[in-house]
């Protein structure tokens, strides 16, 4: 049975108001929420005053509101109870745009990606992806996502921990991959808001890489999504680049992150 619109109305006001303090950049007034709202100032001065004593506001010295400490406690309940594989294939479930990629979830253990979870296409890609499988990260489109949001100094830990001279050849084209070309993949990367592996892993293989973040922001993993090169010219590069990251936008949104994502993804 539909539960009626007029149905607990102040809890509804509530929620209306804690999505305003929420979208502003500045701590808001009553006054501002009233107006913003269109709701009596009586009634949104109610409503703040127990939502401050209950922690779900606080009142700053200027006598505005921000969001309280108390949403904090369920955000971290919630997300911690979220499992990350389960995640992804709820957001493989829900999006049937995806179904012509295959799609997968993975994560950088030292210096190479480790894949958590893969949903296969329906198109045969002349590769296999399996849980457990790993790749050196430098190759991989995911582990170049990961390695492009690090700062300089995360960066510059990772190379000391795993110098050019520990880094192997590429699998497909059994060639060696320079500082130099590690920078410049990187800075490709953070520039166009995704990574690219060109057939390094599988020969005849085209890939994308996004990352993954949770609530607080950090990076737990990353997406990829591949298909074969021989059909890539049948897409739109761009939109096909759009894919990975909405994927992992979704993905990330399921785990609590509520920062945007690239607007826009430049045309090759």
């Known amino acids: 049975m539909s539960i009626s619109q007029e149905t607990v109305p102040a809890l509804r006001k509530a929620v209306r108001i804690l999505?305003?303090?929420?979208m502003s950049d500045t701590p808001l007034l009553a006054v501002d929420i009233a107006r913003q709202l269109d709701l009596p100032r009586s009634t949104v001065h109610g409503l703040l005053a127990v939502m401050v004593e209950l922690g779900l506001l606080e009142k700053t010295s200027v006598q505005s509101y921000k969001l309280g400490v108390r949403l904090l406690d369920w955000v971290k309940d919630v997300t911690d109870k979220r499992d990350l594989v389960t995640e992804f294939y709820y957001v493989c479930d829900n999006r049937a745009d995806h179904e012509a990629f295959t799609m997968t979830l993975a994560t950088l253990e030292g210096?190479?990606?480790?894949?958590?979870?893969?949903?296969?296409?329906?198109?045969?890609?002349?590769?296999?992806?399996?849980?457990?499988?790993?790749?050196?990260?430098?190759?991989?489109?995911?582990?170049?996502?990961?390695?492009?949001?690090?700062?300089?100094?995360e960066l510059d830990k990772w190379l000391k921990l795993y110098?050019?001279?520990?880094?192997?050849?590429?699998?497909?084209?059994?060639?060696?991959?320079?500082m130099a070309m590690l920078v410049n993949h990187l800075d490709e990367t953070r520039k166009r808001g995704y990574a690219i592996d060109d057939g390094c892993i599988y020969d005849g293989l085209y890939c994308f890489g996004s990352v993954v973040k949770n609530y607080s922001g950090q990076i737990v993993a990353g997406v990829g999504l591949s298909?074969?090169?021989t059909v890539l010219s049948h897409y739109d590069m761009s939109i096909v680049a759009n894919k990975v990251v909405e994927f992992a936008h979704d993905l990330s949104y399921r785990l609590g992150y509520r920062g945007g994502?690239?607007?826009?993804?430049?045309?090759?």
Do not use: Q
Request: net charge positive.
């Open 19 to 22: 999505d305003c303090v929420k």
């Open 227 to 229: 298909l074969p090169k």
């Open 111 to 153: 210096m190479e990606v480790v894949y958590l979870a893969c949903r296969n296409s329906t198109a045969i890609l002349g590769a296999h992806f399996r849980i457990g499988l790993h790749f050196p990260a430098i190759f991989t489109a995911v582990g170049k996502a990961i390695l492009s949001e690090m700062t300089d100094v």
């Open 163 to 178: 110098p050019i001279s520990s880094w192997p050849k590429s699998p497909t084209k059994n060639e060696s991959f320079s």
């Open 261 to 268: 994502i690239r607007d826009s993804i430049r045309r090759k």
